[in-house]
């Protein structure tokens, strides 16, 4: 099961900063206080930043609005979306935390089969701590947990691990559904709870959702770029899934592990499947060139930071999906900046250490 509520201390206090992208105000703290209270929060506010938004009493945070982002950023602002909760990676950007955990306002706390609520910032720093078998799948799943191992036959040269970056988290009650799925099952929940943590194997790609994650920032940070969406775009609902395949392929490259199961937490309302078709439906028809593109994208060895990654990333993008669209040539450029932006905000003894390039270690 997950990890109970009741007997978690609070880990990483010092070194994880939770971030919440909003237009309202935020009541659904006071459901998450026993497990969010001891962190500090990073609140970006979308949309009209003359509204105010309304904090419960308690809580460590900094709020930044719309005019805070230009007045941080100048001329760089234009890599942050307006009018979309990829927002959020704006801070990403300002934490100067090791960790990061990222939620939605409609998200509340789960209980588990046995009626345990789920403290889903526990379980994800569990999962981020402890490590990923990104090259070789295990077939009792996650070896390091509790009453776990690795079965007969994983080879012994590969049971250390590898270092996990990301810990992708689920949802019970409304599913995570494209437009045309909510329109055919508008009725449809998720009930089901699985107990599992599974490493998502190298070469694998997934559509991450944004609502239920966690990540090493030092590690992976300058990658978890949330790409331009919303005001002013052709696109929208794509922005977690851009930024999940732009950092799986560099996780690749770098060595580094994705796990996604547990935490599960309770989403407890289905947007509207017309407006969200209206921003998906050139995401549904481009989707089908981009998971190509990045299935068979190679980074040079030299890569050896998520900048230097994210920095060819970029170029690949101009020269093999610009032809689909002239918006990704303004993505392409956009990415730039955002490298742009973070190595500014984080100086090079703060920014993300090298790693040295192997291949996925041979069994002995």
Request: glycine share 6%; charged share 20%; with cysteine.
């Amino acid at each position: 099961m997950a990890v109970p509520a009741s007997v978690v201390t609070p880990p990483l206090v010092d070194q994880l900063d939770i971030v919440i992208p909003t237009i309202r105000n935020l009541d659904f703290l006071e459901q998450w206080r026993p497990f969010f209270q001891p962190y500090h929060l990073i609140i970006v506010q979308d949309g009209d930043p003359t509204k105010t938004i309304r904090v419960p009493e308690g809580f460590d945070y900094e709020l930044y609005n719309r005019n805070d982002i230009n007045r941080i950023l100048g001329p760089k602002s234009s890599c942050i979306s307006f009018k979309d909760s990829a927002c959020r990676c704006f801070g990403f950007l300002v934490s100067k935390k090791k960790y990061i955990f990222t939620i939605d306002d409609d998200c509340f706390v789960a209980k588990d089969p046995s009626g345990q609520e789920i403290n889903a910032l526990a379980q994800h720093i569990h999962n981020l701590l402890s490590p990923s078998t990104p090259f070789f799948f295990n077939t009792l799943y996650d070896p390091y947990r509790e009453g776990a191992d690795f079965v007969r036959g994983y080879p012994f040269s590969l049971r250390e691990g590898a270092t996990t970056a990301i810990s992708h988290g689920l949802w019970l009650n409304i599913p995570d559904y494209d437009a045309p799925t909510q329109l055919v099952k508008p009725r449809e929940r998720n009930t089901r709870y699985v107990d599992a943590v599974l490493t998502i194997p190298k070469g694998t790609l997934f559509p991450m959702c944004g609502m239920n994650l966690g990540f090493h920032r030092e590690l992976i940070g300058p990658a978890m770029y949330f790409g331009l969406m919303g005001d002013g775009q052709p696109i929208g609902r794509y922005d977690d899934m851009w930024a999940g395949w732009c950092t799986k392929v560099i996780c690749d490259h770098l060595g580094l592990g994705v796990k996604t199961g547990l935490p599960y937490i309770w989403h407890s309302k289905a947007s509207n499947p017309f407006v969200n078709l209206k921003k998906e439906y050139k995401g549904i028809y481009w989707q089908e060139d981009i998971i190509p593109f990045f299935q068979s994208v190679v980074l040079p060895k030299e890569c050896t930071t998520p900048q230097k990654c994210y920095i060819e990333l970029s170029k690949l993008v101009k020269q093999k999906l610009g032809p689909i669209d002239p918006y990704f040539e303004k993505l392409g450029d956009a990415m730039v900046t955002w490298i742009d932006a973070w190595d500014e905000l984080n100086p090079s003894p703060d920014a993300a250490p090298a790693v040295k390039i192997e291949s996925a270690p041979k069994p002995k």
